[in-house]
């Protein structure tokens, strides 16, 4: 077991280390001034001295290995650069806007999987059934839509028309009375952009949950625990679903890169403050350090939940952990 | 299913025609401004117009061609890069599989929209930047799955077989990879395509899209960046595109849905080759009928089981398959009683019939089962439930699968007292306990998972769960297929020990007749649904009276023609094959498996050399070393196979072309040797290709069917695999091992077991071919008994080492080893066809083991 654990952190080091040399790279590589990615438009108005100063100063000027070596040097600093935008370093700007994406993705992440499962295992218990056929017509039809577009419906209906739920952010803007009334605000404007996330990635953990449950129902095991008399409670929860959630569970990094996505356009719609939003902020605003941290910071955090996974996947499946010693 | 398809294909076509005519459905120019601003929907503007005047209607038509653009394009761009890196990986392995493989992993971890934001924002918006960045990120997860397709096609023994017979990988591509996966290719584009247009769509919202082809995701950003919400505006100009997008993603959703149904080879063909393949095999072997004989029970013994006049039906109407036909069946406390027959000839049905299990296309049609008078076909699922495990309890076929993977064996034993509330959780554990210790189960084992047991172990952990709650009667399905011989005596001993245990019945099906006869008290033969002879064993194996029957009872005996058969048979000469000092050890130093370790064997032209063992042994693992499917640790293999005074050639290894087609490898399974997507013809000139032999290929196959006596040829050389029976196409798997003119057949057995009757024809054919064409064959088994049928010399296998070997006869009579002891006592004790034993006797041998 061990060698393979390591070897998955080897894998994941690799990832992290292709996107931070993508960062590196693309200025570099794309058309135009690389000094326009980094400090903006402004850039043109330089003179010569000063030009000279600022690619020094930005580990523009040398051979492309020493600037790979001080690109290298600055990220393990943590010097992320300054973004153009907000005129702040970029790590601060980031750890604004962090925890709400975490506020948002959480929940939503855990609801979305656990609705889904619940619905994959009716399903696939009435196979072919009417309610079955309903379940997976609706949520073909959810999945084909596009996240955004289901929040700017939501957004429209119970925030325009409804006013059930503010339209945007994430904190009431005038500050609250009393811790109780800020969380209750807090809360409200967290409903419709939770939904939509729930909304949008539903389709596809249900679509999985219900094969991967048909599935397990249909192992000689499953023969075996009905011709063994066990209720069918026991044998759907106990034996089936316990089966099933493990294809799931190594599904949820493929979900979580889906759902990072969805939260750059769904935080978009709705205003929300997340690191979602920011990335959009910062293509809009061609800030392009606080993109490239940005897009670090969440490939980092996919790859965490990736490790977490993966670490703790032998807990569900005794097959993959390790071998006991026995003396025989 | 079909009908959403249907819809799917319609919603699609409809897009494509609107795209295409969208000059002539939109009635003004997109782009231009026709109207007032936030006009609502009306007369000349369908669905109004935007803040700037700009028709919806127009745009919206317009916009389609966006989508679709993506859709196929990129899904064909993104599919095919795809396939190439899938088919690149698999079939070049090494370090080129390893580095593919490394990116794709890559790239499906990092968050592909903030990636692909990141890359447009430093090339830019517009479609060439688009394009690019969706192929790219969209190849990864079909490329992976269709990766694994194909190496699970490698794997298969049909593919083996060609690359045994030294096929190029370019062949092994091009004839089996690319047929084997080209089903997944639709369904994956369909997916591709959607993944496309959903990622062009979400780019464009946030601005990225080409701004002189708005598509809808333009359309919506235009719509959100204006807040179109503020105003009614928004039902016409946010809702129109949204929708159009979700039925277009949905129309490729369907289509794919229906696609990657359909494109399923092993649902498809699986499924036909079972049924079809055994309807021709009843066909074939035509024995005439003969009415059941009745052997009714001793006067005033009650049944515990009463079946009579019971019919199965699976499916209704004309495609109605009789799986039963009225069977009867008594079934004495005390008692084992055997029920024989040809695998897919009702047996299983029977089991499922006797624990109410019929389930749907399945229909009890008619007839009667009762057990201790309680009609079971009247019970309700409740009732049944009560009384399955408890009063009637299954040991299943295929032990490795009956338990769940994830939990504790000595759980799943407690679980089937517990459940029904015989006992406490506690109180059941030490129940399950002392059950697993009777069958034989170490106490330190009870707290494992099934996955750390071995099948034999897997097996009494099923008959231990059987036994929890003290049924009446225990029904054995196929309880010892894929097990070895000491393995398989083992449980038929704990099953025959079951019924001495106070009054109980054990049923025992299975199409091993040699098992039943040592085992049963009575035996039932079942054949095509209907019973076609009954009796006690001793009568039955000494006296059968359907000719059936006593076929079954040939076809297990071991009595085949050994040497000397014919007047003109060649005696052994030169050595063909001389393996020295071979070994092979799989995975690493610390947890790895010692295959083969300094194996030595000798096989000369006209002889039979059976190499027998236990499962484990590594008898699977020397085939595979001789044809190159493994290269050995150490060790040599020399080959001697022109035999036409040119030896010398092909010295170790033998990688000589020449040397290559005069050795061949046959599986002896025959429902995994061929492959299932060629003709008979095909499959049999696939040699002739691989080693470019001149000559007609037509005439050649037509001799070959002829030989193995496929006749007419005509008749056989345009079918495929499922259309043929089981010995069928055993003989067209031994027909393409012999076109090239072999010197040497290897025989490799499958881990399953055969029926007995296939097992026989091969073995009578390949003996025929030692004695007229003096072939060198090497035959692995791990049945003893056949392999003393047939083989001039055995050479025992026992975790890798030769433990014992020397002509059959002398080995036989004085085996030295335990591995060959042991295996030779369960071929006297159950293997031997002889008759049983009567019943109180064998109760005292049980009792001598146990005491």
């Given at each position: 077991m061990r060698p393979r654990r390591w070897g998955a952190l080897g894998q994941?080091?690799?990832?992290?280390?292709?996107?931070?040399?993508?960062?590196?790279?693309?200025?570099?590589?794309?058309?135009?001034?690389?000094?326009?990615?980094?400090?903006?438009?402004?850039?043109?108005?330089?003179?010569?001295?000063?030009?000279?100063?600022?690619?020094?100063?930005?580990?523009?000027?040398?051979?492309?290995?020493?600037?790979?070596?001080?690109?290298?040097?600055?990220?393990?600093?943590?010097?992320?650069?300054?973004?153009?935008?907000?005129?702040?370093?970029?790590?601060?700007?980031?750890?604004?806007?962090?925890?709400?994406?975490?506020?948002?993705?959480?929940?939503?992440?855990?609801?979305?999987?656990?609705?889904?499962?619940?619905?994959?295992?009716?399903?696939?218990?009435?196979?072919?059934?009417?309610?079955?056929?309903?379940?997976?017509?609706?949520?073909?039809?959810?999945?084909?839509?596009?996240?955004?577009?289901?929040?700017?419906?939501?957004?429209?209906?119970?925030?325009?028309?409804?006013?059930?739920?503010?339209?945007?952010?994430?904190?009431?803007?005038?500050?609250?009375?009393?811790?109780?009334?800020?969380?209750?605000?807090?809360?409200?404007?967290?409903?419709?952009?939770?939904?939509?996330?729930?909304?949008?990635?539903?389709?596809?953990?249900?679509?999985?949950?219900?094969?991967?449950?048909?599935?397990?129902?249909?192992?000689?095991?499953?023969?075996?625990?009905?011709?063994?008399?066990?209720?069918?409670?026991?044998?759907?929860?106990?034996?089936?679903?316990?089966?099933?959630?493990l294809?799931?569970?190594t599904?949820?990094?493929?979900?979580?890169?889906?759902?990072?996505?969805?939260?750059?356009?769904?935080?978009?719609?709705?205003?929300?403050?997340?690191?979602?939003?920011?990335?959009?902020?910062?293509?809009?605003?061609?800030?392009?350090?606080?993109?490239?941290?940005?897009?670090?910071?969440?490939?980092?955090?996919?790859?965490?939940?990736?490790?977490?996974?993966d670490a703790?996947y032998p807990?569900l499946d005794p097959r993959v952990r390790r071998r006991r010693q026995r003396g025989s | 299913?079909?009908?959403?398809?249907?819809?799917?294909?319609?919603?699609?076509?409809?897009?494509?025609?609107?795209?295409?005519?969208?000059?002539?459905?939109?009635?003004?120019?997109?782009?231009?401004?026709?109207?007032?601003?936030?006009?609502?929907?009306?007369?000349?503007?369908?669905?109004?117009?935007?803040?700037?005047?700009?028709?919806?209607?127009?745009?919206?038509?317009?916009?389609?061609?966006?989508?679709?653009?993506?859709?196929?394009?990129?899904?064909?761009?993104?599919?095919?890069?795809?396939?190439?890196?899938?088919?690149?990986a698999a079939s070049a392995r090494g370090w080129v599989d390893g580095l593919l493989m490394r990116?794709?992993d890559?790239?499906?971890?990092?968050?592909?929209?903030?990636?692909?934001?990141?890359?447009?924002?430093?090339?830019?918006?517009?479609?060439?930047?688009?394009?690019?960045?969706?192929?790219?990120?969209?190849?990864?997860?079909?490329?992976?799955?269709?990766r694994a397709?194909a190496l699970s096609l490698r794997s298969r023994e049909?593919v083996q077989?060609?690359v045994a017979?030294?096929?190029?990988?370019?062949?092994?591509?091009?004839?089996?990879?690319?047929?084997?996966?080209?089903?997944?290719?639709?369904?994956?584009?369909?997916?591709?395509?959607?993944?496309?247009?959903?990622?062009?769509?979400?780019?464009?919202?946030?601005?990225?899209?080409?701004?002189?082809?708005?598509?809808?995701?333009?359309?919506?950003?235009?719509?959100?960046?204006?807040?179109?919400?503020?105003?009614?505006?928004?039902?016409?100009?946010?809702?129109?595109?949204?929708?159009?997008?979700?039925?277009?993603?949905?129309?490729?959703?369907?289509?794919?849905?229906?696609?990657?149904?359909?494109?399923?080879?092993?649902?498809?063909?699986?499924?036909?080759?079972?049924?079809?393949?055994?309807?021709?095999?009843?066909?074939?072997?035509?024995?005439?009928?003969?009415?059941?004989?009745?052997?009714?029970?001793?006067?005033?013994?009650?049944?515990?089981?009463?079946?009579?006049?019971?019919?199965?039906?699976?499916?209704?109407?004309?495609?109605?398959?009789?799986?039963?036909?009225?069977?009867?069946?008594?079934?004495?406390?005390?008692?084992?009683?055997?029920?024989?027959?040809?695998?897919?000839?009702?047996?299983?049905?029977?089991?499922?019939?006797?624990?109410?299990?019929?389930?749907?296309?399945?229909?009890?049609?008619?007839?009667?089962?009762?057990?201790?008078?309680?009609?079971?076909?009247?019970?309700?699922?409740?009732?049944?439930?009560?009384?399955?495990?408890?009063?009637?309890?299954?040991?299943?076929?295929?032990?490795q699968n009956?338990?769940?993977p994830v939990?504790?064996?000595?759980?799943?034993?407690?679980?089937?007292?517990?459940?029904?509330?015989?006992?406490?959780?506690?109180?059941?554990?030490?129940?399950?306990?002392?059950?697993?210790?009777?069958?034989?189960?170490?106490?330190a084992r009870?707290?494992d998972y099934p996955h750390q047991l071995s099948g034999g172990m897997r097996?009494?952990?099923?008959?231990?769960?059987?036994?929890?709650?003290?049924?009446?009667?225990?029904?054995?399905?196929?309880?010892?297929?894929g097990?070895d011989?000491?393995t398989?005596?083992?449980?038929?001993?704990?099953?025959?020990?079951?019924?001495?245990?106070?009054?109980?019945?054990?049923?025992?099906?299975?199409?091993?007749?040699?098992?039943?006869?040592?085992?049963?008290?009575?035996?039932?033969?079942?054949?095509?649904?209907?019973?076609?002879?009954?009796?006690?064993?001793?009568?039955?194996?000494?006296?059968?009276?359907?000719?059936?029957?006593?076929?079954?009872?040939?076809?297990?005996?071991?009595?085949?023609?050994?040497?000397?058969?014919?007047?003109?048979?060649?005696?052994?000469?030169?050595?063909?094959?001389?393996v020295?000092g071979l070994g092979k050890r799989f995975g690493n130093a610390a947890s790895g498996v010692q295959a083969l370790d300094g194996v030595d064997l000798?096989?000369?032209?006209?002889?039979?050399?059976?190499v027998?063992g236990p499962s484990g042994a590594g008898k699977s693992t020397l085939a595979r070393l001789l044809f190159g499917l493994e290269t050995p640790d150490r060790g040599t293999i020399?080959?001697?196979?022109?035999?036409?005074?040119?030896?010398?050639?092909?010295?170790?290894?033998?990688?000589?072309?020449?040397?290559?087609?005069?050795?061949?490898?046959?599986?002896?399974?025959?429902?995994?040797?061929?492959?299932?997507?060629?003709?008979?013809?095909?499959?049999?000139?696939?040699?002739?290709?691989?080693?470019?032999?001149?000559?007609?290929?037509?005439?050649?196959?037509?001799?070959?069917?002829?030989?193995?006596?496929?006749?007419?040829?005509?008749?056989?050389?345009?079918?495929?695999?499922?259309?043929?029976?089981?010995?069928?196409?055993?003989?067209?798997?031994?027909?393409?091992?012999?076109?090239?003119?072999?010197?040497?057949?290897?025989?490799d057995e499958p881990a399953?077991?055969?029926?007995?009757?296939?097992?026989?024809?091969?073995?009578?054919?390949?003996?025929?071919?030692?004695?007229?064409?003096?072939?060198?064959?090497?035959?692995i088994?791990h049945?003893?008994?056949?392999?003393?049928?047939?083989?001039?010399?055995?050479?025992?296998l026992d975790r890798g080492r030769v433990v014992?070997?020397?002509?059959?006869?002398?080995?036989?009579?004085?085996?030295?080893?335990?591995t060959?002891?042991?295996?030779?006592?369960?071929?006297?004790?159950?293997?031997?066809?002889?008759?049983?034993?009567?019943?109180?006797?064998?109760?005292?041998?049980?009792?001598?083991?146990?005491?």
């Open positions: 994941y080091a690799l990832v992290l280390w292709v996107a931070v040399t993508l960062n590196f790279a693309l200025p570099r590589l794309a058309p135009g001034d690389p000094l326009e990615y980094v400090i903006g438009p402004e850039f043109q108005t330089l003179t010569v001295e000063q030009r000279a100063e600022v690619l020094d100063e930005l580990g523009l000027s040398g051979s492309l290995p020493q600037q790979y070596v001080r690109y290298m040097g600055n990220l393990f600093r943590g010097d992320f650069g300054v973004s153009i935008r907000f005129g702040r370093p970029v790590p601060e700007v980031l750890a604004d806007r962090l925890p709400w994406t975490l506020l948002l993705l959480g929940p939503a992440f855990f609801l979305a999987f656990g609705i889904a499962t619940a619905l994959g295992v009716f399903a696939a218990v009435r196979r072919g059934g009417r309610a079955d056929a309903g379940l997976l017509t609706g949520t073909l039809l959810l999945d084909a839509l596009p996240a955004f577009w289901i929040a700017m419906v939501l957004l429209a209906v119970f925030s325009v028309r409804l006013g059930w739920f503010p339209s945007f952010g994430a904190e009431p803007l005038l500050g609250a009375s009393s811790a109780l009334a800020y969380g209750w605000e807090v809360g409200r404007r967290l409903v419709l952009p939770t939904a939509t996330l729930v909304l949008a990635s539903l389709g596809h953990t249900f679509l999985l949950a219900r094969a991967s449950m048909i599935s397990s129902l249909g192992e000689d095991y499953i023969a075996q625990a009905e011709a063994a008399g066990l209720p069918p409670r026991r044998i759907i929860y106990r034996h089936a679903l316990r089966n099933a959630v294809p799931l569970y599904h949820f990094a493929l979900t979580l890169g889906g759902l990072v996505g969805g939260a750059v356009l769904v935080e978009t719609v709705f205003g929300y403050p997340g690191v979602g939003r920011l990335i959009f902020e910062a293509l809009s605003a061609r800030d392009y350090p606080l993109l490239q941290a940005s897009f670090l910071l969440v490939t980092l955090g996919v790859i965490l939940a990736n490790a977490l996974a703790t807990l | 299913m079909r009908r959403l398809s249907v819809l799917g294909a319609a919603l699609l076509g409809g897009f494509v025609l609107v795209a295409a005519l969208a000059p002539w459905i939109a009635p003004y120019d997109p782009t231009a401004f026709v109207g007032e601003p936030f006009r609502p929907p009306g007369e000349g503007h369908l669905l109004g117009t935007n803040d700037a005047g700009q028709d919806l209607f127009s745009e919206l038509v317009f916009a389609s061609r966006v989508s679709l653009f993506f859709g196929f394009f990129v899904g064909i761009v993104g599919t095919t890069l795809a396939v190439l890196v899938g088919l690149a990116t794709v890559i790239v499906l971890v990092i968050p592909f929209l903030p990636l692909l934001l990141v890359l447009a924002a430093f090339f830019g918006g517009g479609i060439l930047t688009q394009v690019t960045v969706i192929s790219l990120v969209i190849w990864a997860r079909p490329a992976r799955e269709l397709q049909y077989a060609a017979m030294g096929a190029s990988a370019g062949h092994v591509l091009w004839r089996h990879l690319i047929p084997g996966v080209a089903s997944l290719i639709p369904p994956q584009f369909v997916r591709a395509a959607k993944g496309a247009i959903l990622l062009e769509a979400s780019l464009s919202f946030l601005g990225l899209g080409d701004p002189t082809l708005p598509g809808w995701g333009t359309m919506l950003y235009h719509a959100s960046a204006r807040s179109a919400f503020l105003t009614d505006a928004w039902i016409w100009w946010v809702l129109p595109p949204g929708l159009c997008l979700g039925a277009l993603v949905l129309a490729f959703a369907l289509l794919g849905y229906r696609l990657e149904n359909w494109g399923r080879p092993a649902a498809r063909r699986g499924a036909a080759g079972s049924v079809r393949g055994r309807a021709a095999g009843r066909a074939e072997d035509g024995a005439p009928r003969s009415p059941p004989l009745e052997t009714p029970l001793p006067p005033g013994a009650p049944g515990v089981i009463e079946v009579s006049g019971l019919s199965v039906d699976y499916g209704t109407g004309p495609d109605r398959v009789q799986a039963l036909r009225q069977v009867d069946l008594d079934v004495a406390p005390d008692q084992v009683v055997g029920i024989v027959g040809e695998s897919g000839g009702g047996k299983t049905t029977l089991v499922q019939a006797l624990l109410g299990l019929v389930r749907p296309p399945g229909v009890v049609a008619s007839g009667s089962i009762r057990f201790r008078g309680t009609e079971l076909t009247a019970l309700g699922e409740r009732d049944l439930r009560r009384l399955r495990g408890a009063r009637i309890a299954l040991v299943p076929q295929s032990g009956s338990l769940d939990m504790r064996v000595r759980e799943q034993v407690a679980e089937t007292m517990a459940c029904r509330g015989a006992k406490s959780w506690a109180g059941a554990r030490t129940r399950a306990s002392e059950l697993l210790a009777a069958v034989g189960i170490d106490r009870h707290r097996q009494r952990v099923l008959i231990a769960m059987a036994l929890a709650n003290d049924p009446d009667v225990i029904l054995a399905d196929e309880p010892t297929t097990l011989g000491p398989r005596g083992e449980i038929l001993r704990l099953l025959r020990g079951a019924a001495a245990d106070g009054g109980r019945s054990v049923i025992l099906v299975t199409h091993d007749l040699p098992a039943v006869v040592s085992v049963a008290d009575r035996i039932v033969v079942i054949k095509e649904g209907e019973v076609i002879e009954r009796g006690p064993t001793a009568r039955l194996a000494g006296a059968p009276r359907h000719p059936y029957t006593e076929s079954l009872l040939q076809a297990s005996r071991a009595d085949l023609p050994g040497r000397g058969a014919g007047a003109e048979t060649v005696r052994p000469t030169g050595q063909t094959l001389v020295t000798e096989v000369r032209s006209g002889e039979i050399v059976g027998v020399r080959f001697d196979l022109e035999g036409d005074g040119a030896a010398g050639r092909g010295r170790t290894s033998g990688r000589g072309r020449a040397s290559i087609r005069r050795r061949q490898l046959i599986f002896q399974d025959p429902y995994a040797a061929l492959p299932p997507h060629l003709r008979v013809f095909d499959i049999l000139s696939e040699p002739l290709r691989i080693y470019g032999a001149g000559g007609s290929s037509t005439e050649a196959v037509a001799d070959i069917l002829e030989r193995v006596e496929l006749k007419p040829a005509a008749r056989y050389r345009d079918r495929y695999p499922h259309e043929l029976s089981g010995g069928e196409r055993q003989r067209v798997a031994l027909g393409r091992a012999l076109i090239p003119g072999p010197a040497l057949v290897v025989a399953s077991q055969l029926d007995a009757f296939l097992r026989r024809d091969l073995v009578s054919r390949l003996a025929r071919l030692r004695d007229e064409e003096a072939i060198a064959i090497l035959y088994t049945d003893i008994g056949l392999a003393a049928s047939f083989c001039d010399r055995l050479v025992v014992e070997s020397g002509p059959t006869r002398a080995l036989l009579a004085d085996p030295e080893h335990p060959t002891r042991a295996l030779v006592r369960a071929w006297h004790e159950f293997g031997g066809g002889r008759a049983p034993a009567a019943t109180p006797e064998r109760r005292a041998h049980e009792e001598d083991r146990e005491g």
